[in-house]
């Protein structure tokens, strides 16, 4: 584990797996969700890094153990400069991304408006392109009419363990997690809108291979949205797999279905790194 800063100086949080042997297949760079942090995905950075790829994951600003006011930000494009300065850290090639919900958001914006140079594809785990949550009109209309007024005004998000995965006990630790980020300002609100909006106008401009898992029965983003966006994507090499009654999270989904939707993001990491040049930093 280790620090790095983004553009404007606010310190992140760390975490790289690194696989065994000197001869990795390439590099992935991994983004968690909203309100939650990168020691979330522990299991799957082992995963990726059985199977051959360096990979390393940060908390966003707000989130985890990096700094920044919880729940917040100022301008949405701040969460692509800390996607940048991770990326950034990451030498080897070829480089995928792979980025879970509100990660998926900030990732896909970034090829939208940082492009997508050194990037050989995209791995979006039900990303977070609409809300599916139920939330109160008063919440909405509070939050866009103080978001300037306001900015830093925090609401509860919402965000419950039982809505994000089907594994009772992972949904119990998720609720006590205190690196859980349990709250929304105005202006993190207001942000992640233009962003959606953003990716809704502009999805075609993607163009490099992209594998999409939606869980099905998702509670928080939602899985019609997901299918109207993969739609619009200009890639030509893109795969879709709406995975039937499942949750959110689905990388942590009961029994062996977590470890198989792992599977699935791996085979198509080797397959497409199989055709690039591998190189180290």
Known sequence: MSTFSSRDGTVLHEVVWNPAGDKPRGAVVLQHGYGEHIGRYD???KALAARGFVTRGGDLRGHGQSAGARGHCNRFSEYLD?????????????????????????STE??????????????????YYGLKLKVSPIKVALAKLTSNLVPKLSMPNGLKGEDATRDAELAKTYDSDPLNSKVATARWFTEQLLAQADVAARASEVKLPVLMLQ?????LADPEVSKQIFAKLGATDKTLQVLDGQYHEVFNEPGDLKNKNLDAVCDWLESHAAGEKVAHG
Do not use: K, M, Q, W
Request: aromatic content about 6%; hydrophobic content about 45%.
């Open 82 to 106: 800390d996607l940048a300065a991770l990326i950034a850290r990451a030498p080897e090639r070829p480089l995928f991304l792979v980025a879970h919900s509100f990660g998926a958001l900030v």
């Open 43 to 45: 299991h799957v950075g």
């Open 215 to 219: 869980g099905g029965a998702d509670r």
């Open 110 to 127: 970034y090829l939208i408006e940082r492009g997508s140079d050194g990037i050989s594809g995209i791995v979006l785990s039900s990303p």
